[in-house]
Each structure stands twice: as C-alpha cells, then as structure tokens.
C-alpha cells in the first residue's frame, strides 16, 4: 500500500507542476483532466503527508530513547510523544485504507430520482409526497440544484410517480444508498378509528449517464406528444408539448410534461431514458461478477424494505445496519446526513473486510 501512495504522491507533484504551465493551461481539455485527477489525489496525498510525518516523529523519539542519557522529565516528554505518534500512526493507517479503496465509478455523477406510490393508495401517494419534500430539503442543504421532470399527482396533494435530477459535486455518493422500498407507520387523517396504516413508497436513484456511455439507435426509439395534464393553468390541454419516448428493444418507457416547451421535454425524457439504460447495462455486469454487490449495503435489491418511519414513536430505523433516531421531523425536514454518513461508513468496514480476506 505504501509503495502505491508513494506513487501518487509523485504522480500528485508532476500534475502541481504541469498545471503551472502556460502551456498547459491554454489546453482547456488537458487542463480540466489535470485537475480533475489533482482533485482525486488530494485527500489521499495530504492523508499520507501526515503519516509520513507522524512516522518521523516516532523514528526520532525512538531514537532519542535508545541513545539513552536523558533527564527524567525530558524522557517522560519523549516517551509521551512516542506514544501520541503510535497512536495517530494507527489511526492514519486506517484512514488512509479507506482512501485507497476503490471508487465508484459514478460517485461524482448527477442522480435521477424515481419515487413512487406503492402499496397503501392514497396514505402511499401523500408520503411519496413527503418523501419529495425531504430530498428537496436536503438538495437545498448541499447547494445542489433540482430540477423537476415529470410528476403525477392525486386530488388531495399525493404523488404517484415523481421523476427529478439532482446536479451537484457528490450526489451520487451521497444518495445512492437511498434506493429501496420506503415503510410508513402512521395514523391516516382519513382513519376515524386512530388504527395505523403501513404503506410503501419505492425510491430508485440512478446515476445521470453520459451520452458517449450509452448508444442509443434512434430506429429503437417510439415517440409520443401529448398534452400535459395536472395542474399548469391556461397552457393544460392547449398544446401538445408532452413527450412519451418508448425504448422498443427494453421496453422502457420515459414520459416528461414539466416543461412547455417539446424541446425541452424531450431533452429531459431522453436523460431518464439513458440513465435507465445505463443501470441496466451497469448491473448486466456487475451480475457476471460474483462479488459486484459486496461494495453495496444490503443486497441493493429494490424490493427490500430498507427504512421504516413510524409516526406514532418519532422514530426512523434504516434495517440495513440496524440504525434507528428517534428525530423522525427533523429527518423529514431533510436532515438525513446522520444516516447517510452510517450507512457510508458500514460500506467501507465492509468493503475493508473484503479486501483484507
């Protein structure tokens, strides 16, 4: 590992130095790759600088004790910073493990969020509606930018389908372990008797793909306008400004009505659609490799209930590592940093374990 770090802190100098070039500077590609990868490096060559200089100074207090001759509060001194040097040298150590571990690919991408009503009607619709409003919330707490791409809403304020991408530095890193089946425990407004309800709400997250990752024939393509529906004023109904596309080998179908403009829609509609091609392709991989979802929390499956809300108690479990907080408004209102960063951390002990077999 340390001959690997080594390595990169010289490939880490070599980029500080080109990007010093005028020449370099001035090549706006070769520029941009460069500090993409400087980018990269950082956090693990500034980790290791601080190994290295822990190391050395437990080398020197080594050395001092062993030459011996040293008054008895000097050598406590010495022997107190051999100590704290051992101590972070261990704590470094790990750290520097988890910033060699291998990267997701798409860590760094924007994100496509399905959300969708499932079992429980209208009780599944409003916390689909819930749901919407937390992950806004927490877009908004990163400086992300959302940005709305179909959406299918009830009479009384429920959602059916919502379809929106996220762009912001990490999103996907942050969001991915969000995919799953979403359990509600509450109380309905419309349930005179107090009994409580249990619904579900699926939530996918797919990383937004690039259009050189993803070829799509333009042969395979249906393509459907038709006017939007919901709530939009004057412009419901008037034109045909909504696009339905049809992917005819899979059979996946993206529709988009946010915009008023055809163009615009179809552009959006032709994101999800990529994006959706682009997991089907990553996990038609990932299932030739035997140990694709190692790196996963949980099984990665859809159908799998990852987290309960329970109204009733304030409470929030995620049933992947057993997490529960007992700050249910708080995580509606977005906050849901505590639970990412656990289960980002459970990831990487397991990733760990992996490759220390």
Known sequence: MFDKLKSFEERYQDISNQLMDPNVVSDQELYRKLMKEH???????????????AKDAETEALKLLEEGGLDRDFKALVEEELKESKQKIEKLTEELKILMLPKDPNDERNVIVEIRAGAGGEEAALFAS?????????????????????????????????VFMIEGEGAYSRLKFESGVHRVQRVPETEASGRIHTSTVTVAVLPEAEDVEVEINPADLQIDTFRSGG?????????????RITHLPTGLVVECQDERSQ??????????????????????????????????????????????????????????????????????????????????????????????K
């Open 39 to 53: 980018k990269q490096l950082t956090p693990i060559v500034e980790k290791y600088q601080e190994y290295t200089k």
């Open 263 to 356: 163009h615009k829609n179809r552009e959006k509609a032709m994101k999800v659609l990529r994006s959706r091609l682009y997991e089907m392709m990553m996990q038609a991989q990932q299932e030739e490799i035997a140990s694709s979802r190692r790196a996963q929390v949980g099984t990665g499956d859809r159908s799998e209930r990852i987290r309960t809300y329970n109204f009733p108690q304030g409470r929030v479990t995620d049933h992947r590592i057993g997490l529960t907080l007992y700050k249910l408004e708080q995580i509606l209102n977005g906050d849901i940093d505590e639970i990412i960063d656990a289960l980002i951390a459970h990831n990487q002990a397991e990733m760990l374990k992996e490759s220390e």
């Open 130 to 162: 819930d749901l919407l409003r937390m992950y806004t919330m927490y877009a908004e707490s990163k400086r992300w930018h959302m940005q709305m791409i179909n959406i299918n809403e009830t009479e009384i304020g429920g959602i059916k389908e919502v």
């Open 231 to 243: 709530a939009g004023g004057q412009h419901v109904n008037k034109t045909e400004s909504a696009i």
